[in-house]
């Protein structure tokens, strides 16, 4: 601050004194200027009354005299420029001056004229004056331009000190004055160098109560503020870090490149090596992951993993890969976050059950069959009307068991199959097919079963066998549990590349509390009626289990005692 003021004062004085003097010196002139013009109006009247007189010796003899008083040159002109009188020279061997400028200015008619030139006859520059006397005579009086230089360069020396004590005085003043800002302002600096450093307890000292003073006790307190901040979020860092590391599940977090910006301790316990810039598909090589993670969206996304010799086994992780969103449920392009769970002995138990199931089910379908068969076997025997009733009720309990059976069995065969064979299908002859099988069965219970089909319905890419079954399950569920009035179903077209498919009857319907439960294995919501009609349980979970294998989906609507409605959808090819 110092040095900027310091040049802009130099500048200054530089432009100050080139302009001091010349003003100095032109002031300094016209005061000489104007010295010499009252001498000469002093002696106008006696050189005026020796020129009546023609009194060449007296004008002489005045001349010297005067300029003895005054210390001036003096010379008297005549009109044609002959010089009659001087104090310095004899005027006879002096040239003619009517071609000096201030003598020519006078005789044409100036009242008082100057100028400043070189003197030939004295050899220095001179200061020139002049006046008009009676009869066109010229006066003029001179001095040397050294006289006058040298009093404009004292005038000037005498400026430059006063300018000098000024500018001593000033710094002096402004030094006192600026003392204590400029060392808050420097406090200020130190304090704001210590945080952008790291250390946010650094403090400005407060000198003053002016501006500075206050801009430093807000940048205290803004200093505490940060403190606290950074603290606020260190503790969260250090208690997220601790959750990370606690969690058991592997956590990752990439970028959209699958960079990996983050790994928690479980994810690196199971994949060594598994740090900050490496990729996730060094560790996780999976198509239907990598295709995941490239198409993953707002929505997340679910699969499995299963890697071989992983450890000297073969394990299987579950995924969901997400995307990040910023607090206003914005989702950030760039990072996703994947959990990872080992779910091998889940999957291990899994198939444990379905190897029961599978085993059970087969163990149970020949001694069904054979109870079966000796219970038609009995209805051809004469029997007793007690015995008779005996006999159906072993019927119909086997054909129940036997349904159980073959539903469990179907169930089965649609979890083991990892590859289902699929292909064009026109859904409105899949749904005709369906309608058609149950129609007598509808016919002798006095219902009618009417199908709404389209003709520019879309067509699916599926596999046929199953979406028959998903409709043989829904027809015969309609009719199991609509004593009268009709079942409808109808197809559409709809927005976003699906077809719909709604079954409607106008049954017993369902009770609300049990909506959310019926596509579970083995849950009825009326057992009684279940057990009567023959239902199994099972089949909306066959249903849910086809529709969830052809990314379709199913909603119900129902009230009970006024019917059900179920609603299937499936993409349809565009």
């Not at 040397?144 to 404009?152: E, R």
């Not at 790291?198 to 807000?218: M, N, Q, T, Y």
């Not at 559409?492 to 019926?518: A, H, M, W, Y």
């Not at 249903?543 to 009970?560: Q, T």
Request: charged share 25%; glycine share 6%.
């Amino acid at each position: 601050m110092f040095a900027f003021f310091i040049i802009v004062s130099s500048l200054l004085a530089c432009v100050f004194f080139g302009a001091a003097r010349l003003y100095v010196k032109s002031l300094t002139q016209d005061f000489f200027s104007h010295e010499l013009k009252r001498n000469a109006a002093a002696i106008t009247p006696f050189i005026a009354e020796c020129i009546e007189k023609s009194n060449r010796a007296a004008l002489s003899a005045l001349v010297e005299e005067a300029a003895q008083n005054f210390n001036n040159r003096i010379t008297l002109i005549a009109p044609d420029g002959a010089v009659i009188a001087d104090s310095q020279n004899e005027s006879s061997s002096m040239s003619n001056h009517a071609g000096r400028d201030e003598v020519k200015a006078v005789l044409e008619g100036a009242p008082f004229a100057v100028s400043v030139r070189y003197s030939s006859t004295l050899g220095e520059n001179m200061l020139y004056a002049a006046v008009p006397v009676s009869k066109n005579f010229v006066l003029r009086l001179s001095m040397p331009l050294k006289s006058v230089n040298f009093l404009a360069r004292q005038t000037l020396k005498n400026i430059f000190i006063i300018f000098l004590a000024s500018i001593a005085v000033s710094f002096l003043a402004i030094y006192f004055i600026s003392r204590k800002p400029v060392l808050g302002i420097v406090s200020l600096s130190a304090a704001a160098s210590k945080i952008a450093n790291g250390d946010f307890k650094a403090k400005a000292e407060v000198l003053s109560s002016d501006e500075i003073g206050a801009l430093a006790v807000s940048f205290n307190k803004m200093s505490d503020e940060i403190d606290a901040l950074f603290k606020g979020i260190n503790d969260s860092k250090n208690t997220l870090d601790k959750v990370l590391a606690s969690v058991s599940d592997g956590i990752l977090l990439t970028d959209k490149n699958g960079k990996i910006i983050l790994a928690n301790g479980a994810f690196q316990k199971n994949f060594r090596g598994a740090a900050k810039g490496r990729y996730v598909w060094e560790f996780l090589r999976d198509k239907n992951f990598e295709d995941a993670l490239k198409n993953a969206s707002s929505q997340e996304l679910y699969g499995e993993i299963e890697i071989e010799n992983f450890g000297a086994k073969n394990v299987v992780f579950s995924y969901t890969i997400s995307k990040i969103k910023s607090e206003n449920n914005i989702v950030v392009e760039d990072s996703f976050v994947i959990l990872l769970k080992d779910i091998t002995k889940i999957k291990q138990l899994d198939n444990l059950k379905k190897e029961f199931v599978v085993n059970a089910s087969h163990e149970l379908k020949t001694p069904v069959t054979s109870i079966a068969g000796f219970a038609e076997l009995l209805e051809t025997k004469n029997l007793t009307k007690e015995d008779a009733r005996y006999v159906e009720i072993i019927k119909k309990q086997s054909e129940r068991l036997t349904n159980i059976v073959n539903d469990l069995l179907s169930l089965s065969a649609l979890e083991s199959v990892k590859e289902i064979v699929q292909k064009e299908i026109d859904i409105a002859n899949v749904i005709n097919d369906a309608a058609n099988f149950y129609k007598k069965k509808a016919a002798q219970k006095g219902l009618q079963i009417e199908v709404f089909t389209p003709e520019n319905l879309k067509k699916i890419y599926a596999n046929e066998f199953n979406i028959e079954q998903l409709f043989i399950n829904l027809i015969d569920n309609a009719v199991r549990y609509t004593d009268r009035g009709n079942i409808s179903i109808r197809a559409k077209n709809i927005d976003g590349g699906f077809v719909e498919i709604s079954v409607s009857d106008t049954g017993i319907g369902i009770p609300q509390r049990c909506l959310e439960r019926i596509f579970e294995r083995f849950y009825v919501a009326d057992k009684a009626r279940s057990k009567k009609s023959g239902g199994t349980g099972l089949g909306l979970a066959i249903v849910k289990h086809i529709l969830n294998a052809n990314n379709g989906s199913i909603s119900v609507e129902s009230k009970e005692g006024a019917g059900s409605t179920f609603t299937v959808r499936l993409p349809a090819i565009i």
